[in-house]
């Protein structure tokens, strides 16, 4: 599993980046040239570059170059892998605010029968 973790590690740090979240965000449509995806962004083309071999170093995005143009896509089992660590800390997290609920119903529940003495 630790090379499961480094891949999530790489995962969640390029994920980090709002400049590289909206270029995830934009390949979840459909694959992109390297233009198409650095029209939107204010920052220069060597700058995309550099997000776009985050994101491949990550995982996230493969690339293939035909000619002279490089079209990005993103890698979904990738994205599946990160969501998939997210919802079962979600559940984790679910099910112990469930637990503490009940403990303070329980003893919300025990205040009102005992009229709120302390009976030690």
Excluded: Y
């Excluded at 934009?26 to 776009?52: C, I, K, N, W, Y």
């Excluded at 679910?94 to 009229?115: F, I, K, N, Q, Y």
Aim: with cysteine; aromatic share 2%; hydrophobic share 40%.
């Amino acid at each position: 599993m630790p090379n499961h973790q480094g891949s999530l590690d790489r995962v969640f740090h390029a994920l980090a980046d709002p400049s590289r979240r909206d270029i995830v965000q934009r390949l979840v449509r459909g694959p992109a040239s390297v233009s198409e995806l650095a029209r939107p962004l204010e920052m220069s083309l060597p700058a995309v570059l550099q997000h776009l071999q985050v994101l491949e170093s990550s995982g996230l995005v493969v690339s293939e170059k035909v000619g002279r143009v490089r079209t990005c896509r993103i890698e979904s089992a990738v994205l599946r892998a990160a969501e998939g660590w997210l919802s079962a800390q979600r559940t984790d997290w679910e099910r112990r605010l469930d637990r503490l609920d009940d403990v303070v119903a329980g003893h919300a529940t025990e205040e009102l029968t005992t009229g709120g003495e302390d009976r030690r």
